[in-house]
């Protein structure tokens, strides 16, 4: 099992920038897949950006491509979202999850998930 902390989250203009982090416990971190998700209230959770075990490969939503970036320390057990150009239509929860050895843009993939943090770009 691995247990997620996301921080990072706050409020920040349009075209700011915010680095989110997860910082996971348990055994094992680098044999799991990490992604990160985001929600707003009365929509389902949203991918946002994926990452391997490996830290080999990386995939995004469109909606942040260009703008997101997603990396691990796998060494402290921690995966990041660096968030840039942010635009009031990223408001929202953002998740951190895991899956053991596996990775993918769905959230039926990912067993383990954080408690979330707040992100708020005004305009």
């Known amino acids: 099992q691995v247990q997620l902390v996301e921080s990072g989250g706050g409020l920040v203009q349009a075209g700011g920038s915010l680095r989110l982090s997860c910082a996971a416990s348990?055994?094992?971190?680098?044999?799991?897949?990490m992604a990160w998700f985001r929600q707003t209230p009365g929509k389902e959770r949203e991918f946002v950006a994926r990452?391997?075990?490996?830290?080999?490969?990386?995939d995004y939503a469109d909606s942040v491509k260009g703008r997101f970036t997603i990396s691990r320390d796998n060494d402290k057990t921690t995966v990041y979202l660096q968030m840039n150009s942010l635009e009031p239509e990223d408001t929202a929860v953002y998740y951190c999850?895991?899956?053991?050895?596996?990775?993918?843009?769905?959230?039926?993939?990912?067993?383990?998930w954080g408690q979330g943090t707040q992100v708020t770009v005004s305009s």
């Open positions: 348990g055994r094992s971190f680098s044999g799991y897949g």
């Open positions: 990452i391997t075990s490996s830290g080999l490969t990386t």
């Open positions: 999850a895991a899956a053991w050895n596996l990775s993918g843009t769905s959230s039926r993939v990912y067993s383990y």
